[in-house]
């Protein structure tokens, strides 16, 4: 249930925007019909264009799913990395909870790739990754909980 002072502001927020599109009709059809004929033929080229990629994408699907699952086995490895450094005191350490961020991005990517990759041996790199991701997590967590 809404309060009479939320129903007056949505109501009157509601009524602005209605008076704004009024007043900007004129101006933004003026605008598309001075574009003209240059605007169309680019919309058109683009769509085609956008078309023709997603194309290329569905019949390149196995090879681009197959580098997204490797993007993201690295991208979890450089998590690991990057939280790593003020763990082991090479930069400041940070608040608990952005100390604690890397290594909880990294195991998602890696249950990511475990989950979804056709490659056993990435599968099972994935797990080793994960399992270091997931240790660390529990270690930074413990420390820094006091």
């Given at each position: 249930?809404?309060?009479?002072?939320?129903h007056r502001?949505?109501?009157?927020?509601?009524?602005?925007?209605?008076?704004?599109?009024?007043?900007?009709?004129?101006?933004?059809?003026?605008?598309?019909?001075?574009?003209?004929?240059?605007?169309?033929?680019?919309?058109?080229?683009?769509?085609?264009?956008?078309?023709?990629?997603?194309?290329?994408?569905?019949?390149?699907?196995?090879?681009?799913?197959?580098?997204?699952?490797?993007?993201?086995?690295?991208?979890?490895?450089?998590?690991?990395?990057?939280?790593?450094?003020?763990?082991?005191?090479?930069?400041?350490?940070?608040?608990?909870?952005?100390?604690?961020?890397?290594?909880?991005?990294?195991?998602?990517?890696?249950?990511?790739?475990r989950l979804?990759?056709?490659?056993?041996?990435?599968?099972?790199?994935?797990?080793?990754?994960?399992?270091?991701?997931?240790?660390?997590?529990?270690?930074?967590?413990?420390?820094?909980?006091?």
């Amino acid at each position: 249930m809404t309060t009479p002072m939320a129903h007056r502001v949505a109501t009157t927020a509601l009524v602005g925007l209605t008076r704004f599109i009024r007043a900007a009709r004129p101006v933004v059809r003026r605008g598309l019909a001075h574009a003209g004929r240059a605007s169309l033929r680019g919309a058109k080229a683009l769509g085609r264009g956008l078309g023709a990629l997603g194309r290329l994408a569905y019949r390149r699907r196995a090879v681009i799913f197959a580098a997204t699952h490797r993007v993201a086995w690295w991208a979890a490895l450089g998590l690991l990395v990057m939280g790593g450094r003020p763990v082991l005191g090479l930069e400041a350490v940070p608040e608990r909870w952005i100390a604690v961020a890397p290594f909880v991005a990294g195991l998602v990517l890696c249950a990511a790739v475990r989950l979804l990759a056709p490659s056993r041996r990435l599968r099972v790199a994935a797990l080793g990754l994960g399992a270091l991701h997931g240790t660390a997590a529990v270690l930074v967590w413990t420390a820094f909980a006091g």
